[in-house]
C-alpha cells in the first residue's frame, strides 16, 4: 500500500509563485519516474512535468522556463516549483509516481488558483 500526500496549492496573483510537494509513504522498494499532471474544468488531465530516478527532467512546452520538477529520493518526495505564474496555470494538480513493487499511484489532487 502506497499513500501520496500533496500539499502547496492555493490561490496567488498572476505573476507570483507556488510550490507543491509530493511525499510517498508505504510499501516502497524503489521509486521510478514521478511527475506532475493537471486538469482544468472541462479539460482533459495533463502532463506538466515529470523527473525518473535518475534525475532527467521532462516538461510541457507550456510550463519550460517557469516550471522546475525536482525530487528527495531519501524522502520519497517531488516537488513542483512554479513561477511566473498565469491564469491559465488554475487547474487541480496531480502527483502520479511509480514504482516496481506497487506500479503506479496517484495523489488526491491540489488546487492551484492564479488571478489575473
Known amino acids: 500500500q502506497v499513500q501520496l500526500v500533496e500539499s502547496g496549492g492555493g490561490l496567488v496573483q498572476a505573476g507570483g509563485s507556488l510550490r507543491l510537494s509530493c511525499a510517498a509513504s508505504g510499501s516502497i522498494f524503489r521509486l521510478d519516474v514521478m511527475g506532475w499532471y493537471r486538469q482544468a474544468p472541462g479539460k482533459q488531465r495533463e502532463l506538466v512535468a515529470d523527473?525518473?530516478?535518475?534525475?532527467?527532467?521532462n516538461y510541457a512546452d507550456y510550463v519550460k522556463g517557469r516550471f522546475t520538477i525536482s525530487r528527495d529520493n531519501a524522502k520519497n518526495t517531488v516537488y513542483l516549483q512554479m513561477n511566473s505564474l498565469k491564469p491559465e496555470d488554475t487547474a487541480v494538480y496531480y502527483c502520479?509516481?511509480?514504482?516496481?513493487?506497487?506500479?503506479?499511484?496517484w495523489g488526491q489532487g491540489t488546487q492551484v488558483t492564479v488571478s489575473s
Open positions: 502520479r509516481i511509480t514504482g516496481r513493487d506497487f506500479g503506479f499511484c
Open positions: 523527473i525518473t530516478s535518475g534525475g532527467r527532467t
